[in-house]
């Protein structure tokens, strides 16, 4: 007779508060998948502690759904989720199902086609945590100043392989912004940009 083997979930992640605390959602191997680890999420959701409820989130590389949970989870009012990869994609739907279909708008698309087309109203929160090597961030930032996703007020939380900086911001020329925290856990560098008046 075989011993009982414990089958460990890796591909997995926890909420770590709000509604949801606690409740555990999977995702699916694929290529360049790198789910926002707890310890920066903690980080980052602490920064937002007084800038997530009853606000509009844009997650245009949704992948695992970590940061669009965790942000559902602490109340904010809806997220606009938009994910390229099939598989990812429909693990996305099932984890959603959990939450008021009022709250979420998720999209199968291709992230910079889709911003490409203009928004009708700005987002108060943008997470960008696009695939890594692929030098995408600068294009994304541009389209989402230009295409109306984002105004004076908004904040735009980066997870990049490399340390964001003026340069890097470049395309956000045409507004006034600051890099409010800026740290980096292993081999990534995440940061806040608070949009300015």
């Known amino acids: 007779m075989w011993p009982h083997l414990t089958i460990i979930e890796t591909n997995s992640f926890r909420i770590i508060a709000g509604e949801f605390r606690g409740r555990q959602f999977h995702f699916p191997d694929a290529e360049g998948l790198r789910p926002t680890s707890g310890k920066i999420r903690e980080t980052l959701f602490n920064w937002l502690q007084f800038d997530i409820f009853n606000k509009r989130v844009l997650d245009p590389f949704a992948g695992s759904g970590a940061l669009s949970l965790e942000a559902?989870?602490?109340?904010?009012?809806?997220?606009?989720?938009?994910?390229?990869?099939?598989a990812v994609f429909k693990q996305l739907q099932i984890s959603l199902e959990q939450f008021s279909s009022e709250k979420f708008t998720l999209?199968?698309?291709?992230?910079?086609?889709?911003?490409?087309?203009?928004?009708?109203?700005?987002?108060?929160?943008?997470?960008?945590?696009?695939?890594?090597?692929?030098?995408?961030?600068?294009?994304?930032?541009?389209?989402?100043?230009?295409n109306g996703y984002i105004n004076q007020t908004s904040k735009i939380y980066i997870e990049s392989e490399f340390?964001?900086?003026n340069d890097n911001l470049s395309a956000l020329s045409g507004y006034r912004y600051n890099i409010a925290k800026q740290k980096k856990s292993g081999n990534v560098h995440y940061c806040l940009i608070n949009l300015e008046e």
């Open 107 to 146: 999209v199968q698309a291709d992230a910079i086609a889709h911003l490409s087309q203009p928004s009708n109203k700005p987002f108060d929160l943008v997470f960008l945590d696009p695939p890594f090597a692929k030098e995408i961030l600068p294009k994304i930032l541009k389209l989402i100043a230009d």
């Open 163 to 165: 340390q964001i900086n």
């Open 72 to 86: 559902l989870s602490r109340g904010a009012k809806t997220i606009y989720s938009i994910e390229k990869n099939n």
